[in-house]
């Protein structure tokens, strides 16, 4: 049952108050802030217009006052104790951030150290028919670090490697320092009696086209002894028929039975069929008396990691129910830098927008959370795969320390029980790029001290897993595996030559080299790498000027000033600015900035994903880096903090599409075609390629006869460069690539880059229909590059956006909000980049 208290919240010097007299049930609260729970205090101070907005302009530093604070909830709730003696009533908290001494009816019932964990408390002896009252005290962090020694390396702050908290809340290179306190997860009584289902572990053991076989394992908790326990296990399908029943004896209170289900619906990706769900019906009997069940969508599958391949090759590549896939998709970082304020319909719009993209895997970053509930529930019903990392990520560890490490084994199991059962989740990961910071930092010489946390990924979480989830892959960290840890040869690998200038190859020992030139930073540097996954790439962006407007200072929104800056947390802005000078050249206006740094993302992205994707044969995902936002900055987001896709989103729904049509080209070289075909379908048809001049006119046009395989990429012919062009300029010329017999989306190529174009003005024709909630653009006699609609509000929806228009094309845009509300185009604009 959750909790509807009545919540309030007060702070406090800290340890100024005597505890007892703040949890009394009697204490006057009523002069306190009223609060919501789940949330934060950082959420209720902005609702009660306590505080300026710390996202708007340098508000966060105004803030920073609330971390040093002590904190006090105080909730008041009703509650029915029962008339059977032996019942039990916990109290759990699903989150609470992070050292909380909690009291119920002015009796302390325990402290917690962990944000990352849910938190139960016996409380039989003190709950009470009627009015109860709860009160939590929030001790400041520094409390409980500041004695403690620091590490040689730790990223962003010296502080957070003892606290076993969101690590992003003390800032990273896309978002600010913010460090939340408060309950940011539900609060809920539990009653049982007798004895209670304490977990239920359930997996696939193998699957086919006619039968499955269901392993489940089932753990209970037992008040009494001499019992008699029993568990029914049912598995429903979604039209309410029972496919599978099973009942086992327990003995000890563990049980374990197996369930055969005839012709079985198989759960995939979204991309490859239908993410079917049944559910799993689990009743516990006490000497023939039903005293607790659980019921929980299942999904029918297999998930393997295939390490080598069939031809005994170095292989880093998920197998979905026995079938290879290529993992398109990106890194998941917290919905918000206020996580406990986040609603649900937050999480279910990013999954939306990410399954429109054609994702179909997300990595959850080792520096947040492990997710909410919702967001494991929705990629189990859109279809999506979780890459999910635990949280460590770039910093040593105190595994030295007996009171962390058990700390960190409870987080480690809870969660594994946790998340086990999600069909959608493949992989477990021990943290982000640690193994490989070790080893560059002690090679330059910025470490010189043992790698102090090695034994949480390499020790205790795969001890944690043998026992828990045998059903599904450990990877001790991310990118992991070679020469390097980063070694395109072994593991999965994060490509950060494009944008932060690595240099590579680069070997265990070699001092690590950065390139901050136009070369080095450059997204051409994809096509030099042969990684096997690519788990973490991406370059910067800026926000859309809504999401921006919103948040700056008036007179502050121009490209230069000190506010822009503030929203770029990267270290050397420098790059993004070589990374445009090669590319869109440098901007001059905050127009030519958002036109240029999308336009440079998107097309970039393009560039290295569709050359993976050509290289399927060997390269098996990409994840890029990164999704969302969780504050409105400029980063290396696909979809900003108002949720509002940028351009390269757009271009996602292309080069992620699972029919793609690539057309491989360097300035003076062939033109080389492609089709890409991640379905389980064989397709025929025609591909053709047209070379259009910016006037619209056809100089030249060849087609293919082309037969792709089911889940296979194919070159199918090049065209030198010169014939191409038939006697045209490269800078005057656009290629599309068409395809007839199967529904690959045209693709469209540029033979040079934006900056040597050799554009005219294009004009374009513009009508809106605010009655079919559209808008109709028509390019004039010249091609528009990237077009672009605005509308300055949040959670607008575009059927197509940053388009590209040829001469006289027209093309009918549905615009819709999130929440189905009509949308008022009075504000509409439409431009593009020339």
Same mark, same amino acid.
């Given at each position: ?27 006057? +609260? ?43 909830? !105080? ?34 019932? =325990? ?59 003390? @800032?990273?290179?896309? @978002? ?16 049982? !009696? ?78 490859? =069929? ?12 006490? +000497? ?51 996580? @406990? ?32 509930? $919702? ?194 947390? +990267? ?14 050249? $440098?901007?001059?206006? $905050? ?26 044969? !060997? ?191 027209? !093309?009918? $845009? ?21």
């Amino acid at each position: 049952m959750e909790l509807s208290a009545v919540w309030k919240i007060q702070h406090f010097p800290a340890g100024l108050m005597k505890p007892y007299e703040l949890a009394f049930p009697g204490f006057d +609260d009523r002069f306190w802030i009223s609060a919501k729970v789940p949330g934060d205090v950082h959420s209720t101070l902005i609702e009660r217009n306590i505080i300026d907005h710390p996202y708007f302009g340098h508000n966060d530093i105004k803030s920073r006052w609330i971390e040093d604070e002590e904190w006090w909830y !105080r909730g008041q709730f009703n509650y029915e104790v029962g008339e059977k003696s032996d019942e039990r009533h916990e109290l759990v908290f699903e989150g609470l951030d992070t050292f909380s001494t909690v009291f119920v009816n002015g009796l302390e019932v =325990g402290t917690t150290n962990n944000m990352l964990m849910a938190h139960s408390f016996d409380v039989t002896k003190i709950i009470r028919t009627g009015w109860n009252c709860i009160a939590v005290k929030f001790d400041p962090l520094r409390k409980h670090h500041e004695q403690k020694e620091l590490f040689q390396w730790s990223s962003y702050t010296k502080e957070r490697p003892w606290l076993r908290k969101a690590a992003m809340n003390f @800032g990273w290179d896309w @978002g600010p320092r913010m460090v939340t306190v408060g309950i940011w997860g539900k609060v809920r009584m539990e009653r049982t !009696r007798v004895a209670k289902l304490d977990s239920i572990f359930a997996r696939t053991v193998n699957a086919g086209v006619e039968e499955a076989a269901i392993l489940v394992d089932i753990d209970v908790k037992s008040y009494l002894k001499d019992q008699q326990l029993e568990c029914e296990v049912t598995l429903v399908d979604q039209t309410g028929e029972h496919v599978a029943d099973e009942k086992v004896a327990l003995e000890g209170a563990v049980g374990t039975l197996d369930l055969l289900v005839k012709s079985p619906q198989l759960w995939w990706t979204h991309d490859l =069929g239908n993410p079917y769900l049944y559910e799993l019906q689990v009743n516990l009997f006490a +000497d023939g008396e039903k005293v607790d069940s659980n019921r929980q969508p299942f999904g029918i599958r297999t998930i393997e990691l295939e390490l080598k391949d069939e031809n005994d090759n170095p292989s880093f590549a998920f197998l979905l129910n026995g079938i290879k896939i290529f993992a398109k998709g990106a890194n998941w970082i917290p919905v918000d830098h206020f996580i @406990g304020s986040a609603p649900d319909e937050r999480y279910r719009q990013l999954i939306d927008l990410a399954v429109e993209g054609h994702m179909n895997m997300l990595r959850v970053w080792a520096g947040g959370i492990y997710e909410k509930d $919702i967001f494991y529930d929705e990629c189990d019903r859109r279809g999506v795969l979780i890459w999910q990392d635990f949280a460590f990520a770039n910093a040593l560890f105190p595994d030295f320390n007996r009171d962390f490490m058990d700390n960190v084994r409870k987080e480690v199991i809870y969660n594994v029980k946790r998340l086990r059962n999600h069909a959608s989740l493949a992989l477990w990961c021990g943290n982000n790029e640690i193994d490989w910071l070790y080893d560059m930092k002690s090679s330059s010489g910025d470490i010189t001290t043992p790698f102090y946390g090695r034994s949480i990924y390499h020790e205790l979480i795969p001890e944690v897993l043998e026992e828990l989830d045998d059903s599904r892959a450990y990877w001790p960290s991310s990118p992991y595996g070679g020469n390097d840890d980063n070694d395109p040869e072994v593991g999965d690998r994060h490509n950060w030559q494009v944008w932060h200038g690595s240099v590579y190859p680069r070997q265990f020992g070699d001092r690590p080299l950065l390139d901050y030139s136009i070369e080095g930073v450059s997204f051409k540097n994809f096509k030099k790498d042969l990684t096997l996954f690519n788990s973490e790439f991406g370059m910067h962006a800026s926000a859309n000027r809504y999401t921006l407007e919103k948040n700056i200072p008036s007179g502050q929104f121009y490209w230069g000033s000190v506010e822009m800056a503030y929203r770029n947390k +990267d270290t050397n802005h420098q790059k993004g600015i070589l990374l445009m000078e090669g590319y869109t050249g $440098i901007p001059q206006t $905050i127009d030519e900035y958002m036109n240029f740094s999308m336009l440079t993302q998107a097309e970039g992205l393009k560039y290295g994903v569709e050359h993976y994707r050509r290289n399927k044969k !060997r390269t098996s995902g990409t994840l890029i880096w990164q999704l969302n936002d969780s504050w409105p900055g400029t980063s290396w987001s696909m979809i900003d903090y108002e949720l509002l896709p940028k351009a390269s989103f757009y271009y996602a729904r292309k080069f992620y599409h699972p029919l793609l049509l690539s057309l491989e080209h360097e300035p003076g070289e062939p033109l080389k075609l492609w089709a890409i075909n991640d379905t389980l379908e064989s397709y025929e048809g025609n591909v053709t390629i047209q070379v259009i001049s910016f006037d619209g006119t056809e100089v030249y046009r060849k087609a293919w006869e082309a037969t792709i395989g089911s889940n296979q990429a194919v070159f199918l012919g090049q065209v030198d460069e010169e014939e191409a062009l038939n006697g045209n300029l490269p800078e005057q010329v656009v290629v599309k690539v068409s395809a007839e017999g199967f529904a690959a989306p045209d693709n469209l190529y540029y033979l040079r880059d934006p900056k040597d174009l050799l554009m005219e003005s294009s004009q374009l024709e513009v009508v809106t229909d605010s009655e079919q909630q559209t808008v109709t653009v028509k390019a004039g006699a010249t091609l528009a590059r990237m077009v672009k609609i605005d509308l300055p509000l949040s959670g607008i929806r575009f059927s197509d956006n940053y388009f590209d228009l040829l001469p006289h094309e027209v !093309r009918t $845009i549905q615009i819709s909000h999130r929440d189905g509300s009509s949308v008022s185009l009075a504000d509409l604009s439409v431009s593009a980049f020339n």
